[in-house]
């Protein structure tokens, strides 16, 4: 069996002396893996370098088997990132989260597109508050896609949508910020740009509240159930952004 698609890279392996297994997410196959005829030559490894957008042919004797793809690059963002670290710890935050949380080969159109954004966002913007929030919206996405989306559309004690401020670790639902104020300690923040996309991101505390947020999400119904945890270039990409609160 064949199919054809476009595809962003998420990661690309050694495979053999030449060669390179690849992974891919697709909007219509999802998160797919195959092996790569010389991807590990300098050519190859060129076009398979995470973030490259790229033209596809997987094909198969068996659906199950790892397969073959063939490639043709459509689009690469290394250009516009080369020499700024922040920008590139953050494409590599958002690729591994991506990797480590969708199941393989199971369409989500949705998280595709939201991939395709940040990518651009990333080519064009520097702005490192606003990069780093949209790896939170990501996280939320992902979250509401597999099926453990957070109810942030009104006060879980009282019903209203206004002034909401924290998450209920046990529920995943929206509190008001007098609802929740005898729990304070025991409540999550919720940052404004989390309940619309287009609201701002008001400083780094913002943007960690937010990773945090949907960090404890994610580690609860995917990474934990998984038991491979937070990825490490998260972890790592996370620490630079508190690094940078701290220097401010």
């Known amino acids: 069996m064949d199919w054809q698609d476009e595809g962003i890279v998420l990661s690309a392996s050694k495979l053999g002396e030449s060669d390179a297994v690849l992974e891919v997410l697709t909007p219509n196959y999802g998160r797919h893996r195959g092996f790569v005829k010389g991807g590990s030559g300098k050519r190859g490894r060129a076009n398979l370098q995470a973030g490259n957008k790229l033209a596809l042919t997987w094909r198969s004797r068996i659906e199950g088997n790892l397969g073959r793809f063939t490639v043709e690059l459509v689009h690469s963002p290394l250009g516009s990132l080369m020499g ?11 690729v591994s989260v991506i990797s ?9 159109s949705g998280v595709y597109e939201v991939l395709e954004i940040l990518i651009k ?4 913007s520097d702005d490192p ?8 919206r990501l996280e939320l996405g992902i979250l509401s896609e597999l099926g453990y989306g957070l109810d942030l559309s009104k006060c879980a004690a009282t019903g209203s949508p206004d002034d909401l401020v924290y998450v209920s670790p046990k529920t995943g639902r929206a509190v008001s910020r007098e609802a929740g104020k005898p729990y304070h300690d025991k409540l999550l923040p919720l940052p404004e740009f989390m309940l619309a996309s287009q609201a701002p991101v008001d400083g780094n505390e913002d943007v960690i509240n937010g990773l945090t947020l949907t960090g404890f999400f994610m580690e609860r119904h995917v990474w934990g159930q998984a038991k491979n945890g ?9 620490s630079t952004v508190r690094r940078r609160a701290e220097a401010d």
Request: proline residues 7%; glycine residues 4%.
């Open 100 to 108: 480590a949380s969708l199941p393989e080969r199971e369409p989500h």
């Open 121 to 124: 966002l990333l080519e064009d």
């Open 84 to 94: 700024d670290g922040f920008r590139l710890s953050a494409l590599s935050a958002i």
């Open 129 to 136: 508050q606003y990069l780093a929030s949209g790896l939170a």
């Open 230 to 238: 937070q990825p490490a270039a998260r972890e790592r990409f996370l």
